[in-house]
């Protein structure tokens, strides 16, 4: 055994100058990592890809938009307006939970909410030592045909879109009582069955699920296994999300034709995110606002559009420019799939359908039909209505791309309709906005309900005038 040298003075001090130098190289090595730009369309990727192995999605637009969803509820306090995500299906067993769970892992403060009473929620959103992510499952059970009445967590998801949004709230303190403020902006995802009210629904990214194909297979999920993977994901948004606030406050994203109003609220974070990660995410990111938006207006009207488009079916199968309210009571419950004959087990009768009419402004009135004096409704009442809440067909399309052009005489010509003045008729760029196949796009006009002491059967039975 060869003997222990004892090292010099000068030896030691060489070696720790190599340590010394070893440890900054590392500690430089890490700062440039940490301060390094972070590329958003890389994590955007890396979410799309990891989203994909466990959601079996009805297209990959469904995809891009759940991973632009989680991507911008990271920068909250960039938006004006946050959209909610709605995970709805006809059946169970569709992947809407399994979507909200794989969203746990990614967005920042989830908050997994069943059941909840709207008092927690609002104190849950109202915490100020951070926003929370609202994942909001079975909420059929809140707004479904069983449930009881919650306006108050309606009222705050409706209101919450936008950022400032306050709950307004009366509080005892001792013998005062004093007003509250509660915060209600955050992002919110939900998830059930059937459908949700249109105020909500306004305000949603609307996903569609269905239930796995056979060929379509997913990756059994277990948190326990693939939480880390996940939280690895969220924290490399949240480190480019803090270095991205003040551009994405300045961004003015672009909108594809049709989306207007209240679907460009919707959609401008997510566009937003997008742009910023260049490469092919524009194109997908708008290609995804386009077909989900038009699914969305595919969903089934209200009543009261339905309404609508049943009587321009009436008056355009008609050589008349007005008819009776008897005539059309009776050939609106002969309409093909009509509801008219089966509203809560009665036909509709005349002052329903007077009441329905009313919300639009247009009221039946004497008219007179060739010899006869009738009761009844015209045309003339009905053609502006009609442009407002009613696709346009395509020559009455085509006739407004015209008239946008020039009109002549100042007034708009739609096919077998009588002029409508200009100061009476939607201008070309409101037309889009005022499309209402989607009923969630007219929560001004919800279902009519009757009013106090109105008896549903006296009202079905009453003779027509």
């Not at 059970?141 to 705050?156: C, D, S, Y």
């Not at 007005?322 to 002969?334: G, K, M, P």
């Not at 010899?371 to 009844?376: A, L, S, Y």
């Not at 002549?408 to 201008?427: W, Y």
Request: charged residues 30%; neutral net charge.
């Amino acid at each position: 055994m060869g003997e222990i040298r004892k090292l010099s003075d000068e030896e030691i001090d060489r070696m720790l100058e190599r340590a010394r130098a070893t440890r900054e190289k590392s500690t430089r090595k890490k700062r440039a990592a940490e301060n390094a730009p972070v590329e958003i369309a890389a994590q955007l990727d890396d979410v799309c890809a990891f989203l994909g192995r466990f959601v079996a999605y009805p297209s990959d637009h469904a995809r891009v938009a759940h991973a632009l969803w989680i991507a911008h509820t990271h920068l909250m306090d960039a938006w004006e307006s946050t959209p909610r995500l709605a995970f709805l299906s006809p059946e169970p067993a569709s992947g809407k939970t399994r979507a909200l769970e794989i969203s746990e892992l990614l967005v920042p403060n989830p908050v997994e909410a069943i059941n909840v009473t709207p008092a927690y929620l609002f104190r849950k959103v109202g915490a100020d030592d951070a926003k929370p992510t609202i994942l909001y499952d079975e909420i059929d059970t809140v707004f479904g045909p069983k449930a009881k009445e919650n306006e108050e967590i309606r009222g705050l998801l409706n209101a919450g879109h936008r950022r400032g949004a306050v709950a307004g709230r009366c509080v005892v303190h001792g013998k005062q009582v004093m007003t509250e403020e509660i915060p209600a902006y955050c992002a919110v995802a939900l998830a059930g069955l059937g459908w949700l009210p249109d105020t909500i629904l306004s305000r949603s990214i609307i996903i569609r699920m269905r239930r796995r194909g056979p060929n379509e297979k997913v990756t059994a999920y277990r948190r326990r296994v693939y939480a880390s993977d996940g939280e690895k994901l969220r924290d490399r948004l949240a480190v480019w999300a803090a270095g991205a606030l003040n551009a994405m406050e300045a961004a003015r994203p672009e909108m594809p034709p049709g989306i207007e109003d209240r679907d460009a609220d919707v959609w401008e974070p997510l566009l937003a995110i997008a742009d910023a990660a260049g490469g092919e995410w524009p194109e997908r990111a708008r290609n995804a606002a386009v077909a989900l938006v038009g699914a969305a207006r595919d969903a089934e009207p209200s009543l009261g559009i339905r309404l609508l488009a049943d009587l321009k079916v009436l008056f355009d199968t008609s050589t008349l420019d007005a008819l009776a309210t008897a005539v059309i009571l009776e050939r609106l419950t002969n309409l093909p799939e009509s509801p008219w004959g089966d509203l809560k087990g009665k036909p509709i009768s005349d002052r329903v359908l007077a009441k329905r009419l009313r919300q639009y402004g247009v009221k039946s009135k004497k008219l007179r039909v060739k010899d006869t004096t009738i009761m009844g409704y015209a045309r003339e009442d009905l053609t502006d209505v009609w442009l407002r809440y009613l696709p346009l067909s395509p020559t009455e399309a085509e006739q407004a791309e015209q008239a946008e052009q020039g009109p002549k005489n100042g007034h708009f010509s739609c096919s077998g309709h009588k002029d409508v003045p200009d100061s009476k008729r939607n201008t070309p760029s409101e037309r889009n906005g005022n499309n209402s196949t989607k009923s969630s796009t007219v929560p001004d006009v919800p279902d009519v309900p009757l009013a106090a002491g109105d008896d549903p059967a006296s009202l079905s039975q009453a003779k027509p005038r």
